[in-house]
């Protein structure tokens, strides 16, 4: 049982290899494409290109991994099931479960390994993607963000601080402006909040509300209920940089969601995606767990056959869990049940299916 069990991982891992390499550099090549047209006017090099090529391949390996891993796992066996080889270890007295049990640890390291790429991997490829990009258009960075916090430069030389920026809300709590006049500090502007005011008549600005303005040269202090600030970058700039949930990982998704919680703002979205950084990669055991049981079940065809079935079930996962989601990012559904719900059906039924298969 051992050689046999040996042979079938060989010929699952070899697949798998091929399989989720291909499908996440074709699908990068794709994504290089798509941005080319925005590329070429500034003349990159085809190394940046190649590179942006490179630093997309985590991300699309890591939402095609369950797909290849449903397809390996039904070819493999799909084949060895036309070959009568499971009919023939049936007949001399060998265990399927038993067979099948290296495929189940198999599917718990991919899950691993899931959640490894998707926390650690991807967001610093997602960082050093949105960096390229930047190099890419010669745009000079002026514009900083994490878990909430800004650091900016603004038009007249000033750097500020907004200690909570909310973009869904167009909103920014504590700010802090620090005007800088012949290499020294010579205003400093302390905001409880600022709003996003949208003109048409006029220039679009920010609007700060309850601050303080310490006028460091005269040594003043003035206190404003409201305050017009036209210097600040318009909101376009900042969604362009704006660091998203994908560039995040847990810890980090989890400290910015807090700090919303405690300015008294709750983003659904957030919350959801922070609970799918968890759920998502146990759908790669599910489908390792799928893979196996339904070719026992009955002849699944041949390799057209068997790819279509895979491609079938991954795009019902996809189409599911994506509605799914949406529905807790509209707050139809609780977060934790919205990111939760499709990869525990799709666990259930691959627990029954697997319980199911006759020794």
């Known amino acids: ?175 802090s402006i620090f005007k800088i006049g012949n290499g020294n500090l010579t205003e400093r502007i302390e905001a409880e909040a600022g709003e996003w005011i949208e003109s048409k008549g006029s220039e679009s600005k920010w609007r700060l509300k309850n601050l303080i303005l310490y006028d460091l040269k005269s040594g003043s202090v003035k206190k404003y209920e409201e305050l017009e600030y036209p210097f600040i970058e318009s909101l376009a700039v900042f969604s362009e940089d704006v660091q998203k949930p994908e560039e995040m990982g847990m810890r980090e998704l989890f400290r910015y969601t807090r700090k919303l919680e405690e300015a008294g703002f709750k983003n659904l979205k957030l919350i959801v995606d922070l609970n799918a950084k968890v759920s998502y990669p146990f759908i790669n055991f599910f489908m390792v767990l799928l893979g196996v049981s339904l070719p026992m079940r009955g002849k699944t065809g041949g390799g057209l056959v068997t790819t279509a079935i895979g491609i079938f079930i991954s795009l019902v996962y996809w189409f599911s869990h994506t509605m799914s989601l949406s529905m807790g990012y509209y707050g139809i559904l609780p977060p934790v049940i919205s990111a939760w719900l499709v990869p525990v059906i799709f666990g259930i039924i691959a627990v029954n299916l697997f319980a199911r298969i006759q020794e």
């Open 1 to 175: 049982m051992l050689i046999i069990q040996r042979h079938y991982l060989k010929e699952f891992l070899k697949v798998l290899f091929v399989i989720a390499v291909g499908l996440a550099l074709i699908f990068s090549i794709l994504e290089l494409i798509d941005k080319v047209d925005d590329f070429l006017p500034y003349r990159p090099s085809l190394k940046n290109l190649m590179l942006y090529t490179v630093l997309n391949f985590p991300r699309y390996l890591l939402y095609l991994l369950p797909m290849a891993t449903l397809l390996c796992s039904l070819f493999v066996f799909s084949q060895a099931k036309r070959r009568e080889e499971i009919t023939v270890i049936r007949s001399a007295g060998g265990r399927i479960k038993t067979l099948l049990t290296p495929f189940l640890v198999g599917g718990v390291f991919l899950s691993l390994f899931g959640f490894i790429l998707g926390e650690l991997i991807v967001p610093e490829f997602s960082k050093e993607i949105r960096e390229l990009r930047e190099t890419i258009i010669k745009r000079d960075k002026k514009f900083s963000f994490k878990e909430g916090t800004v650091w900016l430069r603004t038009a007249d030389g000033s750097i500020v601080k907004i200690g909570l920026y909310i973009p869904e809300k167009k909103i920014s709590r504590n700010i």
